[in-house]
C-alpha cells in the first residue's frame, strides 16, 4: 500500500513537471521553480483563457473597397492581451552589434595632390577619423516563400534593413535590438486561410496576420507588390514588438501602414504616402484628429476599421514629417521602451504631445490640407 502510495506521488509529480514544461512552452513566460505548483496554477489560469485567441494583429485586403471595409469588422484580437503580463517576454535577440568603419588615411604627394585612401600606405600618413559606424546585422529573418522567386526574398530584406536604418535615426543606433522575423507568404488564398484558422484566428478580410506568442506572420501572396506591401506591414509589428514592446494600436498599425511603400536609392530610404488612403499627393479619407486617436484603443473591436487605420497612417506620417514631429516619436518610443510589458497611457500620451505640439490639431488639420510628399532619410 505504501509503495503504491509513493507511486501515485511519484506519478503526480511527473504529471505536475510536464504540464510546467507544455504550459511555459505555450505561454513563453519563464517558469517558476521556487513555487511550482503556484506557477502550474496561474498558468493554467492563464491559458485557460488566452490559448483560444492568441494574441495577433491583422493587416486588412487592400483589393477591398474602403465603403466595404468601413462595414466590415475584422474578427480577430486586435492586441487585446498587450496588457497580458503572462505573454510579456523579451523576444528580441540583444542588441544590434555594431563595428566601426575603417578610418581614412589622407596625405599630400610631392606635387601637392591630396590623397585618400582606406589602405595605409608604408609610409607616414595623417588619419581622417570618419567617427562612422554600421551595423553588423538587425535581424535574424526565417523567410519561408514556397513558390516564390529569391529576388522576393532579397527585396524584402532590402526593406527591412531600411526600416531598421529609419528606426535608428529616430531612436538612435544604441536604443536598437537585434529582431528575430519569422514569416510565412502562402501562394494560395486556401493555404492563407487554412494556416490562419490552425492557430485559431479568422482569415476574413485579411491579407497578413502577427501573431505575438509565436513571433511569426503570415501573409497571403495574391501578387509581387500587395505581398510585399503585407511583409513589410506585418514584419514592422515584430520589429515593434521587439524593439519597443507593447505599443497602442494607432502607434503599431500607424508605423506598420507607414512603411509599406518604402524603397531605396543607393543609401537613400524613400517612403512613399501609402496608396491606400491616398492620391495625387493628397489624403482621400477623412480621419481621426491625433488627440481623438490616442483614446480609440477599444475602438479597434469594433470600430470603423478603415478609418482607423487610415488615422494611424496619417498621425505618423504627420510626425515623421517635421523634425520636431520625429523627436515626439522618439520620446515616445523610448518611454515604450522602457516597460516592455505595458503600453504608455493615454493621458501620458497627450501630455507628451501637446508639449512638443501646443496647438496640436490645428496644426495635424493643416498639414493634412497640404500635398504628400515623400521622406528621404
Known sequence: MFKTKLRVVFVFFVLLIASALIANHFTGRVFNYYDPIGEVKRIYNSLSTQLATEPLATKQLKNVSTATLQNVSVSADNHLSQANNTRCVDVS????????????????????????????????????????????????LTLNTPNLPSSFNQELRIKLNTVFKVYGQIIGVHALKKVKLNLTVLPTRRAYEAAIKQRGGDPTNTAGMYFHASNSAFIHYDNAHSAMRTAVHEAVHAINKAVLGYTPRWFNEGFAEYFELTKNNMQTAIVEPNSSWTKNNNITKSVFSIDSLVGLDDSWKKGDISKLYASSWAAIYFLMDTQAGRVLLKNIMLAEQESLCNKLSEKQLKTMMYKQFPNLNREYSQRLKKPLKAHIF
Open 93 to 140: 535577440l540583444g542588441k544590434v552589434k555594431y563595428k566601426r568603419s575603417s578610418d581614412i588615411f589622407t596625405w599630400i604627394d610631392s606635387d601637392g595632390v591630396p590623397h585618400f585612401s582606406d589602405k595605409k600606405p608604408d609610409f607616414a600618413v595623417a588619419t581622417y577619423d570618419t567617427g562612422f559606424i554600421e551595423p553588423l546585422d538587425y535581424f535574424d
